[in-house]
């Protein structure tokens, strides 16, 4: 099984920024592995699907949410095995709960970290 482990949410006003983590398995060699492929945000507000928000392939190119375009970016620590997800100027639309996962999506996922905005 893979474990993964996000965290960094929390309860921010409009505007505010947030700095999102993701834990990958502690096993470097198998992080390598996965690593060279995509990985991604994904985040699922109430009443709605999941969605891909984020994404950086294996040549390190990022792809983003047209709405989070220009206020995400996605970054990653090989040494460490953590994905970082970088929030700006976050909005109300972007509540919801955060996961991270390969893409394609993996089996398995986290609890995911939950990031409300207020107006």
């Known amino acids: 099984q893979v474990q993964l482990v996000e965290s960094g949410g929390g309860l921010v006003q409009s505007g505010g920024s947030l700095t999102l983590s993701c834990q990958f398995p502690?096993?470097?060699?198998?992080?390598?592995?996965?690593?060279?492929?995509?990985l991604g945000w994904y985040r699922q507000a109430p009443g709605k699907q999941r969605e891909l928000v984020a994404t950086?392939?294996?040549?390190?190119?990022?792809q983003y949410l047209d709405s989070v375009k220009g206020r995400f970016a996605v970054s990653r620590d090989d040494a460490k095995n953590i994905l970082y997800l970088q929030m700006n100027d976050l909005k109300p639309d972007d509540t919801a709960v955060y996961y991270c996962?390969?893409?394609?999506?993996?089996?398995?996922w986290g609890q995911g970290t939950q990031v409300t905005v207020s107006s």
């Open positions: 996962n390969f893409v394609p999506e993996g089996p398995s």
């Open positions: 502690a096993s470097g060699s198998l992080f390598t592995i996965y690593a060279l492929g995509a």
């Open positions: 950086m392939t294996t040549s390190r190119h990022t």
